[in-house]
């Protein structure tokens, strides 16, 4: 910097004193500051030192009191990484062959009894084969092949770990009698098997979960991330007005107010032969040139801005998740500094882990749940947090693609999760974590007004990567 300070001098022949250039580098923005000085500064200047900085600003504080104002728009110090092994893009090496199923439920077992086992109040499991023949207290953990309730209010479980499977009874006087079970999730049960060794009785269920004494500790970054889900661009319902709106919002206040990261969390396009009759709702029928006119919508967002995309259901590529990042046939014409990734990502921003997912599982929690509703999805999210799984239920509407690990379990645990899909705009926090819904800038759809659902679209949410304050800035209006 330096240097860099002295040579800009240099070429308007002007010498800087030892104490004028301290005066210059010890500004947060020295470049800027020294090029005002240089061109306020009298034009016979030769040498110029302390006082004579002082005063030519004399007259014009504003540059030491508010050096922002000054700074140029695309020079911040962004600190946003992908975390390793969560972006499946150029990873995936499943052929669906029935040993990789084998393999990917192994995988995903493993991961979460490791997490199970690491909670303070479990210790370790014994294995199933070995619990049922005990017939004393002891601990299990296993993968919920089945659920059924019982005529008398119970409820038993078919668990099934590397060794075995067994049934496990919760009894409807059980505290754990009303809480959910999904087809697949990983649980921990305490617990004591019959003498016969045909039914395990439940006493208690640990989860992955999250831990209790997880917390958003405050930092001293000053940056803000914003989330742009479900754009639909293509889609005759597509919030063009709206859209406008933020763009010009971003234009006049993302610099000034640090908003220095952007993530799409999927459907960024509304696809082609998503659904039966879907070319009717079309404003743009080429799949190529609904990416081109998102290229072009993005080239207005301020430069400062780093960009992050991550495809959902509506976008051109695999359905089955994890979904590997768009290719470069469809984003060619985006900006280079824009980073494309798969759904999920984990991403590193300013020292917080952001978990980043589309949503589609969503679909399968609320049909597959009585408690969950689409009207709630932040209560899907808390539910995916506590098993540490985005979309555990295989075989329905959320197609998996059988990868040699599971990249649908959460091994980290996030200081934000992000998702869409649904069009509705929510926030929440579990455990410390902030939980977003992130909207859309598709209006209400003939498919959503049958099926009488009111989307919340046209909501751009911002949290605060120092504080965690999440503000939904509504362009509605
Ligand atoms: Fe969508
Ligand atoms: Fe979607």
């Known amino acids: 910097m330096r240097s860099e300070v002295l040579s800009a001098a240099a070429q308007k022949k002007i010498f800087l004193s030892p104490d004028a250039l301290e005066m210059v580098l010890s500004n947060s923005h020295p470049m800027e500051f020294i090029n005002t000085v240089l061109t306020t500064i009298s034009a016979n200047s030769m040498f110029v030192d302390k006082k ?3 005063d030519c600003i004399a007259g014009d504080k504003i540059i030491f009191e508010c050096p922002k104002t000054i700074a140029p728009k695309n020079k911040k110090n962004l600190d946003l990484k992908i975390m390793p092994g969560t972006d499946v893009t150029g990873e995936s090496t499943c052929e669906g062959k029935i040993n990789d199923f084998a393999n990917f439920f192994k995988s995903r077992f493993y991961a979460l009894k490791k997490l199970i086992e690491s909670r ?5 499991a014994m294995p199933i084969e070995k619990a049922i023949r005990l017939g004393r207290e002891t601990k299990i953990i296993g993968m919920i092949y089945e659920k059924k309730d019982t005529k008398n209010g119970h409820v ?7 060794t075995g499977m067994c049934t496990v009874l919760i009894s409807k006087d059980s505290p754990n009698i009303k809480e ?28 992955p979960d999250i831990p209790k004494n997880n917390n958003w500790i405050a930092s001293d970054s000053v940056s803000s991330v914003a989330f742009l889900s479900d754009v639909h661009v293509g889609s005759y319902t597509f919030l063009k007005n709206n859209w406008e709106k933020m763009i010009q919002w971003l234009k006049t206040n993302a610099y000034d107010s640090d908003i220095d990261y952007l993530v799409f969390p999927g459907d960024i396009v509304d696809g082609i032969g998503i659904f039966p009759g879907q070319e009717e709702e079309l404003d743009i029928l080429d799949i190529y040139k609904q990416y081109e006119t998102l290229a072009n919508y993005l080239k207005e967002i301020p430069d400062h801005i780093q960009i992050v995309i991550h495809p959902g259901n509506h976008d051109a590529v695999r359905l089955a998740e994890p979904q590997p990042a768009l290719n ?6 985006f900006d280079s500094n824009i980073m494309m990734v798969s759904n999920p990502i984990n991403i590193k ?3 917080r882990t952001l978990l980043s997912y589309h949503g589609k599982s969503i679909d399968d929690w609320i ?4 408690q969950l509703t689409y009207d709630d999805p932040i209560k899907v999210m808390e539910e995916m947090l506590k098993r540490r799984h985005l979309a555990p239920m295989y075989g329905q509407k959320t197609a ?13 645990i996030p200081d934000i999760f992000v998702s869409g899909h649904v069009h509705g705009a929510g926030t929440g926090a579990y455990r410390g974590i902030k939980m977003i819904n992130a909207s859309a800038w598709q209006g209400q759809t003939e498919y959503q007004k049958m099926h009488n659902f009111n989307p919340d679209p046209a909501i751009m949410p911002i949290v605060h990567l120092g504080t965690g304050k999440m503000t939904m800035k509504n362009f509605n209006n």
Not at 156 to 162: F, G, R, S, V, Y
Not at 328 to 333: A, I, N, R
Not at 367 to 370: D, N
Not at 400 to 412: G, H, I, Q, R
């Open 120 to 124: 303070r109040d479990f210790g370790h």
């Open 156 to 162: 038993i479980l078919k668990l099934e770990d590397d």
């Open 367 to 370: 049909s597959g749940v009585q």
């Open 328 to 333: 470069e046939v469809f984003t060619k014409s």
């Open 349 to 351: 921003v300013e020292g």
């Open 52 to 54: 004579d900085i002082m």
């Open 180 to 207: 959910i079970f999904v087809t697949d999730e990983v649980i921990g049960v305490s617990g004591k098997s019959t003498s016969k060794g045909d039914l395990f009785i439940a006493d208690e269920i640990f989860r």
């Open 400 to 412: 998996l693609a059988p990868e040699k690990k599971d990249y649908l379990v959460m091994e980290n």
